[in-house]
């Protein structure tokens, strides 16, 4: 679980860039709509989530403790919630919200596998 951790942090935090410039588009193009979307808004928090997230995989990725794991669940499962349910005009969260799903999932079994090696 170590490589995923590092690997995952790492895409997380390179796609970061990507999801933030989306989202500014995102945002843009609801602005000059005026269509009262809010999934530019919405993808700027998704992003900054993936950032935290990405950190804290790479930063945690060796502990044996159960806290980085659980940081991880929260961050990346918040980031997947909050992009399903407010991507709006913005569909690329989705695929957004699904890597961090993916996190968030290999996060929790991380967390399984530490406590039956204990």
């Given at each position: 679980m170590?490589?995923?951790?590092?690997?995952s942090?790492?895409?997380?935090?390179?796609?970061?860039?990507?999801?933030?410039?989306?989202?500014?588009?995102?945002?843009?193009?609801?602005?000059?709509?005026d269509?009262?979307?809010?999934?530019?808004?919405?993808?700027?928090?998704?992003?900054?989530?993936?950032?935290?997230?990405?950190?804290?995989s790479?930063a945690?990725?060796?502990s044996?403790?159960?806290?980085?794991?659980i940081?991880?669940?929260?961050l990346?499962?918040?980031?997947?919630?909050?992009g399903?349910?407010g991507?709006?005009?913005?569909s690329?969260?989705?695929i957004?919200?699904?890597?961090?799903?993916?996190?968030?999932?290999?996060?929790?079994?991380?967390?399984?596998?530490?406590?039956?090696?204990?």
């Amino acid at each position: 679980m170590k490589t995923w951790k590092l690997v995952s942090g790492i895409l997380s935090m390179i796609l970061f860039v990507l999801v933030a410039f989306q989202s500014c588009a995102a945002g843009m193009l609801n602005t000059l709509e005026d269509n009262g979307g809010t999934s530019g808004s919405v993808g700027i928090i998704v992003a900054i989530l993936m950032l935290t997230g990405g950190i804290v995989s790479v930063a945690t990725r060796k502990s044996q403790g159960k806290g980085g794991n659980i940081a991880l669940i929260i961050l990346f499962g918040l980031a997947a919630l909050m992009g399903f349910v407010g991507y709006g005009n913005y569909s690329d969260l989705v695929i957004w919200a699904f890597w961090c799903l993916i996190n968030a999932v290999f996060a929790v079994v991380a967390m399984i596998k530490n406590k039956k090696d204990a």
